[in-house]
């Protein structure tokens, strides 16, 4: 079912971008049915009036609530939703640009002068869900160009129409809330530039690793409003030394309490560890630990497999702090503990709880896939991720 969009303005012809590229493909593709209004066909006298002096007094007009109210009698349905942009308004996110990229209908109504009649947003807040919305904090001089911006915003979410939408996710202020990291093309050198040689290596795990942390370094740097503190440039992810070994026991202990519960596995080996225990595997494992603020936060491990003819790097213990969870932090230690395994390896394997649905959901959005009982532990799933390379 195509998404209709009603645009109202004075100036029509600000809005004819819309039959370009992006927005004109999602019309041919029938995922958009755009049409843009005059207002002043909703006015009944000579001069076409559709502003009037402020009450109270000041400079400019103010855009007369009559002719509005006419647009909206004629163009609202049941499913409308009515967007006012105005410097006023919620400033225009990903997310906000999604959720109106699910609706059937939206009314967009481009303002002049200093503004619409308050009671024409007022009234219509009756009989439909009214959203009024800025493009950022600087003051332009009408809502056409918001209009442009939001409809383009919305175009390219509509279902079917990016082809991939698997690009959806990793642009930026996509699913991970990251800036975009920089991007390369040919030549290999330009102008005596080179590219970074890691996107030159054909090594999926190290290219995405450090894509995901050029992404954060540069939210970081650029937009650290956007990254959660767990992102913030503070957290270190270093190999583990003895010395971590206290900790690693105490984070193991908290997170292994949550699986063990999730599973009804009590007599899960992690919750049962000693201190000496810990210190025992750490002596037989690769581990890395994340720190922020001297806390550490995040912990995994990673050997070659016994017998697997030292083809298969076997991941475990992959720990985030409790309430550090489900901001990326668990993606980082994976891709980094993925990165540290040895040139013969050709495949990744770990295994979670069959019942810890948002661990495994993490582990197939980074490319693993489910193989079913984990031999030995009942109640856990073995999922592996083949080693691209070139
Ligand atoms: C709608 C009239 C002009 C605004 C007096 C200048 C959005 N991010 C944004 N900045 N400005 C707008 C915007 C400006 C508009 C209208 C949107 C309708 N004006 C007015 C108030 C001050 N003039 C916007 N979205």
Redesign the pocket.
């Known amino acids: 079912m195509a998404l209709r969009v009603d645009v109202v303005t004075i100036f029509p012809a600000y809005l004819d971008p819309l039959t370009l590229s992006l927005p004109g493909k999602a019309r041919a593709a029938g995922l958009l049915d755009v049409e843009v209004h005059d207002l002043r066909q909703w006015t009944h006298d000579q001069h076409r009036t559709v502003d009037d002096s402020p009450y109270g007094g000041g400079a400019?007009m103010v855009?007369k609530p009559e002719p509005w109210g006419e647009a909206l009698d004629a163009l609202a349905r049941e499913d409308t939703v009515l967007v006012?942009?105005?410097?006023?308004?919620q400033?225009?996110t990903q997310s906000l640009a999604a959720d109106l990229a699910t609706r059937q209908h939206l009314l967009v109504a481009?303002?002049?002068?200093?503004?619409?009649d308050q009671r024409v947003m007022d009234h219509a807040a009756t009989r439909m869900r009214v959203v009024e919305?800025?493009?950022?904090?600087?003051?332009?001089?009408?809502?056409e160009?918001?209009a442009l911006a939001i409809v383009e915003a919305v175009a390219r979410l509509l279902p079917g129409f990016m082809g991939n939408e698997a690009s959806l996710v990793e642009e930026s202020h996509g699913a991970a809330g990251l800036l975009e990291q920089p991007v390369y093309t040919k030549p290999e050198s330009w102008r005596g530039l080179a590219v970074p040689a890691v996107l030159l290596s054909g090594d999926h795990a190290r290219i995405a690793a450090w894509r995901h942390e050029e992404a954060r370094r540069r939210t970081a740097e650029r937009r650290p409003d956007l990254l959660h503190p767990s992102q913030v440039d503070d957290i270190e992810v270093r190999p583990a030394v003895r010395a971590d070994a206290g900790e690693i026991l105490t984070l193991q202990r908290a997170c292994w309490v949550q699986e063990a519960l999730d599973n009804d596995m009590l007599a899960i080996p992690a919750l049962h560890e000693s201190y000496d225990d810990v210190v025992a595997w750490m002596g037989g494992w690769t581990t890395l630990v994340a720190r922020s603020a001297g806390r550490l936060v995040g912990a995994v491990r990673g050997r070659v497999e016994p017998g697997a003819e030292g083809e298969a790097w076997d991941i475990g213990r992959l720990m985030v702090a409790p309430d550090l969870q489900g901001r990326g932090l668990g993606r980082r230690l994976l891709e980094a503990i993925e990165a540290q395994a040895p040139a013969g390896a050709t495949t990744y394997l770990l295994f979670t709880g069959a019942r810890s649905a948002r661990n495994q959901r993490m582990y197939k959005k980074a490319g693993y896939s489910l193989r079913g009982e984990q031999p030995g532990v009942p109640g856990a799933v073995l999922l592996t991720k083949p080693r691209r390379r070139r």
């Open positions: 400019g855009m006012v942009p105005t410097p006023s308004g400033v225009l481009c303002g002049r002068y200093e503004g619409i919305v800025s493009l950022g904090d600087y003051v332009l001089n009408g809502g160009v918001a």
